[in-house]
């Protein structure tokens, strides 16, 4: 028997998660024009209707299997571009313009669908269940109104990893020194019910020239919530140098295959007092680039590692096992939810002897830096 | 249904000694809530909660009656300082295994 440790890659579920999962700006899709979405191994339809509702459908039609997002919006309903039939937002066929009669049959698959501070979110469960509204992410006052600037939206595409990826993040202390560039001085973690949270406070890193979140003047207060299995919401009080920032960051994805998901996130800003709207939106995309950056440095971790179902821990890392005993809730059958997988768990992560080395690593990298820029005549005008 | 399958028996008994190994039980020292907890150092602290134990909390009924809802991250007060009792009366032992 050798004392080798095994790396187990297991398999992922053959199911996408059970929840809510949001498509989008709802605005982006008010314009009266059909739109596609890759999502749940399939794809999507999403369209307004003349009553301003937006509604969501499977994205091939039950008659031969058009592609309904490259059909057209005809009154409420959308026409399929290959033999016409209209589909109504509640997956009924309403019409077959040649035909005498539409089948009873013609029904399609149909996402309960609702906007949710100014996002579209949609239902889904593999069990066809009813939309449980009591798991929707809250509503965020003031957002969509004067005081927050507008939501930037950026996709990025994550083609070969699974999403639980990118939920182990809320308890993986030591990646932020690694991979984002700041020391996490304060970490935390509470699941319960159908909510995950981190609490985190970092200060950036003097020794990455900016890169990151490795600025030495930013300081970050963050309190990030997973409602159900693919949206959070990340509170963030920012302080830049003494210049403070409420942002609210959403970190949300929706799975596209069984092995791929696509990786969204939204962003505003609480307009600061005597600040003009132009200023405050340059300050709103300024930090949606620096998360941009963030979440391109987890990306390219996630492409190029290998999944596991047995992480080797130690005693300074977070609750790995647990939060996914968490996140399988929404991967069972809902008669199968254990009280296990979301009875209330708390979790503080001891990060005193970490930072301890972590700052003896960084005093060391400027050390030689310091000695490599003395030791580099100046090249003056070369 | 298993959703993550492990490919390996060794991957379930991690699970089980990550989640459940070394977790002494704490009873509130104001209330009837007992929680597991486990120390793997001074600062750090684990507590598994059940149903019981929530329902037993007054802070928790507290929390859920006002009317903004509970805030995610209330732990108990009192709680902590049952757990930080525990730990001075020599109940709970500070340290991790093998990093569990
Ligand atoms: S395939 Fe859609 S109308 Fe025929
Ligand atoms: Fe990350």
Redesign the interface.
């Known amino acids: 028997m050798s004392d080798t440790r ?1 790396l ?8 996408f998660a059970r929840g809510w999962h949001c498509l989008g700006l709802a605005k982006d899709f008010a314009d009266g024009k059909p739109h596609g979405i890759d999502g749940f191994g399939g794809k999507l339809v999403v369209w307004q209707d003349t009553q301003g509702n937006l509604n969501v459908l499977d994205g091939y039609c039950r008659h031969m299997g058009g592609d309904l997002t490259q059909g057209a919006v005809k009154g409420d309903e959308i026409a399929c571009p290959f033999h016409d039939w209209r589909w109504g937002g509640d997956g009924k066929c309403k019409a077959i313009p040649y035909a005498r009669r539409v089948p009873l049959r013609a029904r399609t698959q149909k996402y309960p669908a609702v906007v949710r501070n100014g996002q579209l979110m949609v239902w889904h469960d593999v069990e066809g269940s009813e939309a449980d509204h009591d798991v929707l992410p809250p509503e965020l006052a003031g957002v969509g109104t004067e005081a927050y600037t507008d939501w930037t939206w950026e996709v990025l595409d994550v083609p070969s990893a699974h999403c ?1 990826e990118i939920i182990d993040n809320v308890v993986d202390m030591a990646h932020f020194f690694y991979i984002h560039f700041a020391f996490p001085t304060n970490f ?1 973690n ?1 699941f ?1 019910g159908h ?1 995950a ?1 981190q ?1 985190m406070e970092s200060t950036g890193r003097p020794d990455m020239d900016g890169a990151g979140y490795g600025d030495e003047g930013l300081v970050l207060k963050s ?1 990030a ?1 997973y409602f159900g299995p693919s949206y959070m919401i990340n509170w963030l009080h920012v302080d830049y140098k003494g210049f403070e920032t409420e942002v609210i960051l959403i970190n949300c994805h929706v799975p596209t295959g069984p092995n791929s998901f696509k990786l969204q996130y939204a962003l505003c800003v609480k307009k600061p007092e005597g600040v003009d709207d132009a200023t405050a939106d340059y300050i709103g995309k300024r930090y949606s680039e620096t998360f941009k950056e963030g979440f391109e440095q987890d990306v390219h971790i996630w492409l190029n590692k290998a999944p596991v ?2 992480p ?4 300074e ?1 977070g ?4 939060l ?2 968490w996140y ?1 809730q929404f ?3 809902k008669a ?1 939810v254990t ?2 997988m979301t ?11 970490a930072n301890e080395y972590w700052r003896e690593e960084v005093a060391r990298n400027l050390a030689k830096k310091a000695e490599e820029d003395a030791a580099t005549p100046e090249t003056a005008d070369a | ?8 028996a ?2 379930l008994e ?2 089980l000694l ?2 459940q190994a070394r977790l002494t039980q704490v009873a509130c020292l104001d209330c009837l809530a007992s929680v597991g907890v486990k120390k ?12 019981a134990a ?1 329902e037993a909390c007054p802070e928790f009924a507290r929390w859920d009656a006002s009317p903004l809802g509970r805030e ?2 209330q ?1 108990c007060a009192r709680l902590v300082a049952s757990i930080d009792a525990a730990v001075r009366e020599g109940h709970i032992d500070i340290g ?1 295994e093998d ?2």
């Open positions: 095994f187990d890659q297991g398999a992922p579920p053959e199911r639980r935390r509470v319960e909510v949270t609490f309190e919530s179902q047995n080797l821990l130690c005693e890392d609750p790995v096992y647990q996914r005993r399988e991967y069972v059958d199968d009280p296990e009875d209330r768990f708390e979790f503080e992560v001891d990060t005193t002897k | 249904m298993a959703s993550f399958i492990p490919s390996s060794d991957t991690d699970m990550y989640t793997n150092s001074e600062h750090h602290t684990s507590i598994q909660w059940n149903a929530l995610i991250h732990g991790a990093g569990y």
